[in-house]
């Protein structure tokens, strides 16, 4: 007899002539997933989000196009020490599996954290979402120190340069002043260039002024590119195991190993009873 030749009444009379082994297959089966799901720790899992700005006010201060923010690169800096650090001290290392997930179409970015705990996967993912939004907030501030420094020393560049031509202008207008004056139109016509790179210059000297006490309220701010948008709440019920669906899937399992081992004790006797008819021909 082979399987392709059984039809559903048969495999049910194959069932209800072997319905011990039948019985005993199912049994074993659901048993095995009803303790598996049983013995299974419960998994709570919360999340929080954050959004990230696609501005950079920094490269605004120094004239230049701010770069897009690469959200992909942004995901693996929240997962990196620097940023779980906090984590690490207060929760340990294990107990929790910490996802990063870039929303579609969005600039926001979800931490989802699954532990054990309930109370536990709430703090890590609201203590990961703080400590990212601090970590920005200081880069930023370092950032923008870096930048008031440079401006600052380009002013000073400025300033000696300025010096220098306000003294060299003074001179030639002392001198064409003078009666005895000896200038010359080649002397005049440097004068004129002088005086024309220092209106340049000094409107550099301006901007850059501008520029510095903008970097400078900047390095006083608090205030990050990103922040928290929704913080992670209390998980109340388990996210593993799905019981139900555990059930489902073993009630299937056994349901198919009760048909199986049936089959299979039904070939079984078939083979032995051949062999004991041969035996009496």
């Known amino acids: 007899m082979s399987d392709d030749e059984l039809e559903f009444f048969d495999y049910l009379k194959i069932v ?6 039948a019985l005993l297959g199912f049994l074993v089966v659901f048993g095995l997933v009803l303790i598996f799901t049983m ?3 419960p998994v709570y899992e919360t999340s929080s989000m954050i959004m990230v700005s696609g501005g950079d006010q920094i490269s605004s201060v120094l004239g230049k196009i701010a770069p897009k923010v690469d959200l992909e690169t942004q995901t693996y800096l929240i997962m990196s020490p620097v940023i779980m650090s906090p ?3 207060t929760q340990g290392v294990d107990g929790y599996k910490v996802n990063t997930e870039i929303l579609k179409d969005s600039n926001v970015i979800e931490i989802t954290v699954q532990a054990y705990d309930p109370e536990k996967a709430m703090a890590i993912a609201n203590l990961i979402a703080r400590s990212y939004v601090n970590y920005s907030s200081e880069e930023k501030v370092l950032e923008a120190q870096d930048v008031s420094n440079f401006i600052t020393e380009q002013i000073s560049f400025y300033e000696f340069e300025l010096n220098e031509m306000t003294k ?3 001179e030639f207008l002392n001198q064409s002043m003078n009666i005895n004056s000896t200038t010359t139109i080649d002397d005049r016509i440097a004068h ?3 005086v024309r790179e220092m209106s340049a210059k000094q409107k550099i000297y301006d901007y850059l002024l501008n520029r510095r006490e903008e970097a400078s309220i900047m390095a006083q701010e608090k205030s990050a590119d990103v922040k928290i948008i929704g913080y992670a709440e209390y998980p109340v019920e388990p996210s593993k195991p799905n019981v139900p669906l555990y059930i489902a899937i073993g009630f299937i399992l056994a349901l198919g190993a009760g048909i199986g081992l049936a089959v299979f004790s039904q070939q079984i006797r ?7 008819k041969s035996k009496i021909w």
């Not at 209800?16 to 082994?21: M, S, Y």
């Not at 078939?270 to 004991?276: A, D, T």
């Open 168 to 170: 060299a202008h003074l």
């Open 192 to 194: 004129e260039a002088l």
């Open 39 to 41: 013995t299974t720790p």
């Open 270 to 276: 078939e083979q032995y009873s051949g062999k004991k």
């Open 16 to 21: 209800g002539d072997n319905w011990v082994a």
């Open 87 to 89: 984590v690490y001290t």
